[in-house]
């Protein structure tokens, strides 16, 4: 019988599985495609490298140089400079099949067992669970931890499976044989939200998100990211590549109602929602996540899935649900016109942007911010657009 099954092995379920095994826990990863590429930008944060930088060795990555905003309906744009490699505020983006194959490694020479298998079933058994594979067996545990993605198995057997409205989809195609040193990222009013370029080291990553519960298919939303890439004329005889992948994008009301642990039984990453609803990254959440939640099972900090649960409250969702507050003005067309024309004529705003980016400026005080950057045209409209929205708090 194992201490704890990890049930997915991406860079939640493998740094909480690395945590564990150097605990001397007893850990059995489940998983049969890890590691693999993954659509979407693929950034990873200077802070996120920070938690999991004494696990891995250097990373073949680019370093973000800029990033170019655009406003789709006036052709506008304005770029933001960003931090070089060696800042802790750096946004660095590498291969996610590299960078989930790592901290992979890192769990299994901590002692962390893998067995590439689809977890089929998630059941109760005695004091612990059972989870069957597709391969006919069943492994026991006395902990269980869901780091399957936002479809989560373990979340649809131990709490409730996502809605449609709790989720975005996130379409596009690689471009292999291009990449940059710039991000770009086009906003569009329908449906709301942007379009973006993403470099890798040989490839790019173009794609847009929607709602899933928009209206809007993801063949529907592909041929828009298609379109986007033949206006542009970027990554030019470049081999074209399709994905598809679901994202958790949780509104203000769902942070404060979404299960993410019980009786012996916690959720990480994705699985337990925690990606950012307004740039939907994810990483650096599904990191810390995994953090706390090893944490709780060992017993370091807090015991059990309590703790778990108030360290989530207080660390992580209390930003996701700010930020939930004001995703729909950052995507308004008014506020859009308004934040670009800011960026290009102020560089107090542009930094606060490139922070925000980096990841390293939070939702807490980003409005008390901009009012500090001294430009009170730009930030008293913000105020008065945030105000609208219901977002003073």
């Given at each position: 019988m194992y201490d704890v099954v990890i049930v997915g092995a991406g860079p939640s379920g493998a740094w909480a599985a690395y945590l564990l095994a150097q605990r001397g826990a007893r850990v059995l990863l489940l998983d049969p495609t890890h590691p693999r590429e993954k659509p979407c930008g693929g950034g990873v944060t200077g802070r996120a490298l920070a938690l999991v930088r004494s696990a891995l060795p250097p990373l073949p990555a680019v370093t973000i140089q800029r990033a170019r905003f655009i406003d789709a309906a006036t052709g506008t744009s304005a770029a933001v400079d960003l931090?070089?490699?060696?800042?802790?505020?750096?946004?660095?983006?590498?291969?996610?099949?590299?960078?989930?194959?790592?901290?992979?490694?890192?769990?299994?020479?901590?002692?962390?067992?893998?067995?590439?298998?689809?977890?089929?079933?998630?059941?109760?058994?005695?004091?612990?669970?059972?989870?069957?594979?597709?391969?006919?067996?069943?492994?026991?545990?006395?902990?269980?931890?869901?780091?399957?993605?936002?479809?989560?198995?373990?979340?649809?057997?131990?709490?409730?499976?996502?809605?449609?409205?709790?989720?975005?989809?996130?379409?596009?195609?690689?471009?292999?044989?291009?990449?940059?040193?710039?991000?770009?990222?086009?906003?569009?009013?329908?449906?709301?939200?942007?379009?973006?370029?993403?470099?890798?080291?040989?490839?790019?990553?173009?794609?847009?998100?929607?709602?899933?519960?928009?209206?809007?298919?993801?063949?529907?939303?592909?041929?828009?990211?298609?379109?986007?890439?033949?206006?542009?004329?970027?990554?030019?005889?470049?081999?074209?590549?399709?994905?598809?992948?679901?994202?958790?994008?949780?509104?203000?009301?769902?942070?404060?109602?979404?299960?993410?642990?019980?009786?012996?039984?916690?959720?990480?990453?994705?699985?337990?929602?925690?990606?950012?609803?307004?740039?939907?990254?994810?990483?650096?959440?599904?990191?810390?996540?995994?953090?706390?939640?090893?944490?709780?099972?060992?017993?370091a900090i807090f015991c059990g899935e309590r703790g778990y649960v108030d360290r989530m409250q207080a660390e992580i969702l209390s930003e996701l649900r700010r930020a939930a507050r004001i995703k729909d003005l950052f995507f308004n067309p008014r506020f859009t016109r308004l934040l670009l024309d800011a960026l290009r004529h102020s560089e107090r705003i542009r930094q606060v942007m490139a922070d925000l980016v980096a990841g390293s400026q939070g939702y807490r005080d980003l409005k008390w911010r901009l009012a500090r950057t001294l430009e009170i045209g730009y930030a008293m409209k913000a105020f008065r657009s945030m105000k609208a929205q219901g977002t003073s708090s």
């Open positions: 931090p070089g490699r060696g800042s802790t505020d750096a946004l660095i983006v590498t291969g996610r099949a590299a960078f989930d194959g790592l901290l992979l490694q890192a769990a299994q020479l901590a002692g962390a067992e893998l067995i590439a298998e689809r977890a089929t079933d998630v059941r109760r058994a005695g004091r612990g669970f059972e989870i069957e594979t597709a391969d006919g067996r069943a492994h026991a545990a006395t902990v269980i931890v869901g780091a399957d993605g936002a479809n989560s198995l373990v979340r649809r057997r131990l709490a409730r499976p996502f809605t449609r409205s709790q989720l975005s989809i996130a379409t596009g195609f690689f471009l292999h044989g291009a990449t940059s040193d710039e991000i770009l990222l086009e906003f569009v009013a329908d449906p709301p939200g942007y379009i973006w370029s993403f470099p890798r080291q040989d490839h790019l990553a173009v794609g847009i998100c929607a709602a899933a519960d928009a209206g809007v298919t993801a063949a529907a939303l592909r041929a828009r990211a298609r379109q986007w890439i033949d206006r542009t004329g970027i990554g030019t005889r470049s081999t074209v590549e399709p994905y598809s992948w679901p994202i958790p994008s949780l509104g203000a009301a769902d942070v404060d109602r979404v299960a993410i642990a019980g009786p012996g039984w916690y959720l990480v990453g994705d699985a337990a929602g925690v990606a950012d609803p307004i740039t939907r990254e994810g990483i650096f959440f599904a990191l810390q996540s995994a953090s706390l939640a090893a944490d709780a099972i060992a017993g």
